[in-house]
């Protein structure tokens, strides 16, 4: 098996946050790659970043309105990319003990368009910004990674993360440093950036509250997903067994539902922590993958 087929494989079998990352670093190889060709022909290639980054502009939004979501997977600086692929890989991958894939691809989305519309918004308000929305874009992930942060952070605000030299720190407290320094900085060099930051934080804490009182705001964005893919999905066909028919959930049996689960989840969770992963039944283990996979 080649790289590239390596490459599809763990494409295939990762996790939602693993694609995203794939997606991500898809995006930046193939611009570079561009840029490099452009280069050779002594053609300046930097107006690829401003076709593709989102504007602090409303008028300039209305000839590129794709920027809403294109912003999100552009990234021109290598550390930056790495930073934020960092970032997603380990909070996705804590997010998805207690949500499904679709959630959080859902949350990448909408906390990334929130980020980008508080971002505008600043710089169209306040006159401090005024003279820069001009000119002014905005381009990477880290709001749509900074919802998934503080809804993680909500999620399970106890859960503690190991770092180097500061040792073991709990998820609420990480989320809470991360808002203040994009909080302190909405007047700095990169103050474009922190507030995307704090338009991000702010959609991952709206979705854990309205998730607590049963509405999952990424539903209606998981479905349009389905939809589009579908478009594009061969049609297989379809064969009936048994006379049985399938029932649609009410939002209250699914809402019940996913209560139980979350809650065999956290006792398995809790199960690890003390015992360890040897420690679990294959039931117990099957459960954990199939919620990962999710």
Request: charged share 15%; aromatic share 12%; glycine share 8%.
């Amino acid at each position: 098996m080649n790289l590239l087929d390596n490459l599809k494989e763990t494409y295939r079998q990762g996790t939602v946050a693993i694609r995203l990352i794939f997606i991500n670093v898809a995006v930046y190889a193939i611009l570079q790659l561009l840029l490099i060709f452009l280069k050779l022909f002594i053609i300046n290639g930097d107006g690829i970043y401003q076709w593709l980054a989102l504007p602090a502009s409303f008028g300039q939004l209305l000839y590129y309105p794709w920027t809403l979501i294109s912003y999100m997977f552009l990234h021109k600086d290598l550390f930056h990319l790495a930073f934020n692929m960092i970032a997603l890989y380990w909070f996705g991958k804590l997010f998805l003990m207690y949500h499904t894939g679709k959630q959080l691809t859902g949350l990448y989305l909408l906390g990334g368009l929130t980020a980008g519309l508080l971002y505008m918004l600043f710089y169209n308000l306040f006159p401090l910004f005024q003279g820069m929305t001009g000119f002014s874009v905005l381009m990477g992930a880290s709001g749509s990674i900074m919802a998934i942060i503080v809804a993680t952070a909500m999620q399970a605000p106890n859960m503690e993360l190991r770092f180097f030299l500061l040792g073991n720190v709990k998820l609420k407290y990480i989320a809470l440093v991360a808002v203040l320094i994009s909080l302190f900085s909405i007047t700095s060099s990169n103050a474009g950036g922190e507030i995307a930051h704090l338009g991000g934080a702010l959609y991952g804490y709206i979705f854990i509250v309205s998730l607590r009182r049963g509405k999952d705001l990424t539903r209606r964005t998981s479905r349009l997903i389905d939809s589009l893919t579908t478009l594009f999905r061969p049609r297989k066909l379809k064969v009936k067994k048994g006379g049985g028919q399938r029932t649609k959930m009410t939002d209250a049996e699914y809402n019940m539902h996913k209560a139980r689960n979350m809650a065999e989840i956290d006792r398995i969770l809790d199960k690890v922590k003390a015992s360890g992963y040897s420690s679990l039944t294959d039931d117990e283990k099957n459960t954990l993958f199939q919620q990962r996979k999710n």
